[in-house]
Nanobody, 111 residues
Framework: QVQLVESGGGLVQPGGSLRLSCTAS????????VRWYRQTLSKEREFVAV???????YYADSVKGRFTISRDNAANTVHLQMSSLKPEDTAVYYC?????WGQGTQVTVSS
């Protein structure tokens, strides 16, 4: 079964940047929509961004203009470039394809 593995999380100061990666064990990204979600302890998992097979992208209002989702088909990897990070972006970030989920990567934005 195909697995998703997220990486790239960490601690960053407000205003900083991080690039998250989601790598698949199989070549699935070019044939499926890929989504990023995030979750904190006090909130339900929320949608962050989607990259559709046709290249269309859509972002949650809270991250629009700051986050960019992209795909590297050769590397079976999807990235989430995050800039101008805010403390409220602190969460565990998950990659999702259909019913597949990764284990998540923690992003903490704090001074």
């Amino acid at each position: 079964q195909v697995q998703l593995v997220e990486s790239g999380g960490g601690l960053v100061q407000p205003g900083g940047s991080l690039r998250l990666s989601c790598t698949a064990s199989g070549n699935i990204f070019r044939f499926n929509d890929v989504r990023w979600y995030r979750q904190t302890l006090s909130k339900e998992r929320e949608f962050v961004a989607v990259l559709r097979v046709n290249g269309y992208t859509y972002y949650a209002d809270s991250v629009k203009g700051r986050f960019t989702i992209s795909r590297d088909n050769a590397a079976n990897t999807v990235h989430l470039q995050m800039s101008s990070l805010k403390p409220e972006d602190t969460a565990v970030y998950y990659c999702n394809v259909q019913d597949l989920w990764g284990q998540g990567t923690q992003v903490t934005v704090s001074s």
